[in-house]
């Protein structure tokens, strides 16, 4: 019986798992913010900066995490695709995440609602709040629960620009929250896969948020909002 146990979890591991797709894609991303290897190998038709379509394509996968959550993470679900579908829609005006920025700036409406720039901004959030819990959650042993590893990751991620009516729904929904064998299950992962998406996520996604980051300090735009 033990043999057919292991057997199914290598079944389990080998599987493209909602996890392993999105861990994959942010891998991909990564990948294009490297500097070439070979100086000499121009590209006439290569475009500087991040794609803003190939970052919507990444970023479309996140939205499996946020429902495999629940009711507590509703409200980030619902924000997060809201304005990824925006991008997505500016993708095809815009060639770059600079880009957007710069129209932003040029027009005075950086931190206007609805603006490319303030939706850059919240998706870079989402993704930011996805690896604050897996961190949270990889840090601890399983006694502790996933509410106490998601309030935490929230409450330094997103608390601080979410208004007061939004904060207590959020904290309240937390003790809606999954077990984290239940989240395992969603998430059709192993103990010993999810640990291993999480920490490549936690990996590929820092270059990327570190990066949109300096995007908006390069232009002399502050990030407490």
């Known amino acids: 019986m033990e043999e057919e146990d292991m057997i199914e979890d290598e079944t389990r591991v080998n599987n493209n798992t909602p996890l392993s797709i999105i861990t994959e894609a942010f891998e991909d991303l990564a990948d294009l913010l490297k500097p070439p290897r070979e100086i000499g190998d121009d590209d006439d038709d290569s475009i500087e900066g991040l794609r803003l379509d190939a970052f919507c394509g990444a970023c479309t996968h996140v939205s499996v995490l946020f429902n495999c959550l629940g009711f507590a993470f509703k409200f980030a679900e619902m924000e997060y695709l809201s304005k990824v579908r925006d991008l997505v829609e500016a993708s095809k005006t815009f060639d770059t995440l600079e880009n957007i920025l710069d129209h932003d700036v040029e027009n005075e409406t950086v931190k206007t609602q609805g603006s490319y720039s303030r939706n850059l ?15 949270q959650f990889l840090m601890t042993d ?19 620009f979410h208004t007061w009516a939004v904060r207590t729904a959020v904290y309240a929904g937390m003790y809606t929250l999954p077990t ?13 896969s999810v640990e291993k ?20 300090i390069d232009r002399n735009i502050k990030l407490d909002w």
Do not use: H, W
């Open 197 to 216: 998406n999480m920490r490549r996520y936690i990996e590929a996604s820092m270059p990327i948020i570190e990066y949109i980051d300096k995007l908006y």
């Open 180 to 192: 984290r064998d239940q989240l395992l299950l969603r998430l059709n992962e192993t103990d010993q």
């Open 142 to 160: 399983e006694c502790y629960s996933l509410k106490d590893a998601a309030t935490k990751a929230y409450t330094q991620v997103c608390a601080p």
């Open 121 to 135: 901004r919240r998706v870079r959030q989402g993704l930011d709040l996805i690896r604050a819990i897996f961190e």
